[in-house]
């Protein structure tokens, strides 16, 4: 199967030395391409800026704003034959800088106010911009009410299936090698893959979704 996945961070430029980004190490991304390979699979990972090493046999697109992110993902989308899978376990920037200085910003007053604008939505271009008609997963980084938020974004971004994670902890989410996870699908079901190494999770994902998407 033909499976496109999105990992790490996006970086939004300030000026030449700087930007805005989030604590996304990619680990979750590329663990779900590394065992989708093992399982046989063509996978086109699109990376944000991280410090991992690829698997070998994953085809790899880096990317570091949002903006080529959706760029390159939208080409892939397009491309000939399409994916049948998409797993969207990036931590995409929501806004960038309005204005990017040319030059480093000097320090004048003592505070600076920094205008944002929004990032087009990758995920939620799959459906209506690029037409994808494979099977979409999406993920949901969540502080509260994870199932509540994860079914909202799962029926706004037209995806079959969300993986919500709970980033408020310390030990899962965000940076750290395992991952506790809640599947929400779009009847309202819900099921817990309880806490693991983000490498055993993610081959527990893989097997799951491909035969959710070969149905
Ligand atoms: O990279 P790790 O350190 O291993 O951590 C893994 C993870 C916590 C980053 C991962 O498991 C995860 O939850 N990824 C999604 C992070 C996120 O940005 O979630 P969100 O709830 O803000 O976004 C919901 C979905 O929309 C995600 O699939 C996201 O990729 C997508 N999105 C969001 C904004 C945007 N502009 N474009 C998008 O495509």
Redesign the pocket.
């Known amino acids: 199967m033909k499976i496109l996945i999105?990992?790490?961070p996006t970086r939004e430029p300030l000026d030449p030395v700087r930007y805005l980004t989030n604590?996304?190490?990619?680990?979750?991304?590329y663990a779900l391409a590394e065992a989708a390979v093992a399982e046989g699979h063509l996978v086109d990972l699109v990376s944000g800026p991280v410090s991992l090493i690829p698997t070998d046999g994953v085809k790899m697109h880096f990317v570091e704003t949002?903006q080529q992110m959706w760029e390159k993902v939208r080409q892939l989308t397009l491309g000939e034959p399409p994916p049948q899978l998409a797993i969207?376990?990036?931590?995409?920037a929501?806004y960038r800088p309005k204005v990017v200085a040319e030059q480093k910003i000097k320090k004048q007053a003592d505070t600076l106010i920094l205008e944002l604008e929004r990032?087009?939505?990758?995920?939620?271009s799959m459906r209506g911009a690029f037409g994808f008609t494979g099977y979409l997963v999406?993920?949901?980084?969540?502080t509260q009410n994870l199932v509540a938020n994860a079914q909202e974004?799962l029926k706004r971004?037209g995806c079959d299936l969300v993986i919500a994670?709970d980033?408020s902890r310390k030990d899962t989410?965000?940076?750290?090698t395992e991952?506790e996870v809640m599947l929400c699908l779009p009847s309202g079901e819900t099921e817990l893959i309880p806490k693991q190494s983000?490498q055993t999770l993610a081959r527990e994902i893989i097997r799951r979704v491909v035969a959710l998407a070969s149905q």
């Not at 990032?119 to 939620?124: A, E, F, H, R």
């Not at 999406?138 to 969540?142: H, K, M, Q, R």
Request: net charge positive.
């Open positions: 999105t990992a790490g604590r996304s190490s990619g680990r979750m991304g949002a969207h376990a990036a931590a995409v929501d990032n087009p939505d990758v995920l939620g999406g993920f949901a980084a969540e974004k971004k994670n980033v989410g965000f940076d750290s991952n983000k």
